[in-house]
């Protein structure tokens, strides 16, 4: 049919559990430009990040299972915070997380549970030839930010 567009979508694996790109602007039809999202799933015990954004504004929709989302303090003149929230389908809530900010989430639950990422920039930039916005922490030993 015309102006229908049928795409699979494409699930990325590795230790921590899996994630689903649901769309990126820059493949969808002209005149249809809604923002980047996806769908990540959690293994228990596991953690993503902590990481934080040069320019990039993050938005966690937090709807099934039982997570710990850490948040740090990181930009120029702002003092030194950070907090620790339960969040998940017992405290389903929308997270936007400005640049700057440290974030990272941790299953603390018993079974798998996912989150809907709502970022404000494509992940790689348009067409996947951009470098990725990310400063990352979870592999220095020496950093502040840590999830136990």
Do not use: C
């Not at 602007?25 to 993503?48: N, Q, W």
């Not at 929230?85 to 299953?107: I, S």
């Amino acid at each position: 049919m015309d102006g229908v567009v049928v795409r699979p979508l494409a699930r990325f694996e590795d230790p921590r559990g899996w994630l689903t790109e649901l769309f990126r602007e820059d493949e969808l039809p002209e005149g249809f430009r809604p923002t980047m999202s996806y769908l990540s799933v959690t293994k228990p015990g596991i953690a993503r990040g902590p990481h934080e954004h040069e320019h990039q504004t993050d938005g966690f929709a937090f709807i099934s299972g039982k997570y710990e989302l850490y948040l740090w303090e990181n930009r120029p003149g702002k003092p030194d915070a950070s907090v620790v929230l339960e969040v998940g389908e017992a405290n389903r809530v929308l997270v936007l997380v400005p640049p700057g900010v440290v974030h990272g989430y941790k299953n603390v639950g018993s079974s798998e549970a996912f989150v809907l990422n709502f970022p404000d920039k494509l992940y790689a930039g348009w067409g996947k030839k951009e470098p990725v916005d990310e400063i990352r922490h979870e592999h220095d030993p020496n950093s502040r930010f840590q999830i136990p």
